[in-house]
């Protein structure tokens, strides 16, 4: 028992000479040794891919991986190393500072003196500042180092315009179920035994992973750890293990992605796949007024007249979260998003706003009609404002078809709604009064 109170060198000392290391984890046992064993990205590593076609014409150049986490941007940098023998330099934007870099690259300028390249692999790039990344730059150029920049947040909002311009972005995807299949079969493989699972209970682990073969591969050392007797079912698995948490950042790309594809599935019509993206974002934390906000724009942007209630059906579920609070108040929310998807679309006044704003730029000096003018003092009615104005409710059917642009403008149409909806009411008023207007301006 004395051996347990040794120093640390010793004891490791004593592991060494024993033959006993620490287990190594299943993620490292299964790391790829080439990239044709890497599952996954085929659509960048296959010979027609990008990273396939740098490598059959010898000529990689600086790479940024953008990809979610857990699809092998790791790997695919180190085994790139390998296959160009370039030395792998590791760091982490995280936990890396000036001075570190400044050895970094000293010591890549003293590997290229000795005729060997460095690829520098920079974990999380985008947590670098910008004047930390514009010192990327001068090392890149004269070739003392080929950056590979990993990062899952949208390279165009997060990376220098400068050193974009000196890499390629190459988009990784998050693993499919069937590549998590092979991972597992891998793993099954190097483990020399099935794990205990029936196949909807396989099928439960692979989605709990969320794409994320990491994930994966720690769920599956999890289970292969138990000492079960008959393989477990779906509920049986769901009950040892916690899925894992989807990614979603309520101030980041995945923010934008899945309120984009909420917004144009109402846009679409589709009530069912406005719910699940509602419903992803709400998973994802996502706060509740802040949907309330973006529906009643939804209301305002793409309905619009067409359905003149709709606004106030967000409005309405908009105050009934404020009083319910969560999570009672987020099902008024989702009665509004389903009465926008099947609600008639129309952006008619959304198109007119636009160009009338455009219209007002550019006649922006041009007076009112003089007609149209309030005449409160003398010297105005002397110059001939409000003379020969026609009072509407004066006119024949409360309509006199005066012309109220600039003089010497030419009339525009600016607001053409389409027959959906309530709209097709608004049109037909629009072409009654045009055809008064005429017939009142002709005669």
Known sequence: MADLFDSPDSGAAG???A???APRPLADRLRPQSLSEVIGQEHVLSPEGPLGAMLAAGSLS????????????????????????????QISAIFTGVPELRKVFESAKIRRGN???TLLFVDEIHRFNKAQQDGFLPWMEDGTILLVGATTENPSFELNAALLSRSQVIVLERLSLADLERMSQRAERELGRALPLSG??????????DGDGRALLNLIEQVAAWKIAQPLSRDELSKRLMRRAARYD???????NLISALHKSVRGSDPDAALYWYARMLEGGEDPRFLARRFTRMAVEDIGLADPQAQSVCLDAWNTYERLGSPEGELALANAVVYLALAPKSNGVYVAYKAARVLAKETGSQMPPRHILNAPTKLMKEIGYGTGYNYDHDAEDGFSGQDYFP???TRPVLYNPPERGFERELKKRIDYFAKLRQRRQGG
């Open 15 to 17: 592991r060494k000479t």
């Open 19 to 21: 033959g006993h290391e």
């Open 62 to 89: 600086s790479l940024i991986l953008w990809g979610p986490p857990g699809v092998g941007k790791t790997t695919i940098a180190r085994l790139l190393a390998d296959q160009t023998e370039m030395a792998f330099v």
């Open 115 to 117: 005729g060997q390249g």
């Open 200 to 209: 909807e209970a396989r099928d439960a682990m692979l989605e709990m992973a």
């Open 250 to 256: 309520k101030s980041g790309d995945e923010h934008y």
């Open 407 to 409: 003089e010497g403008m």
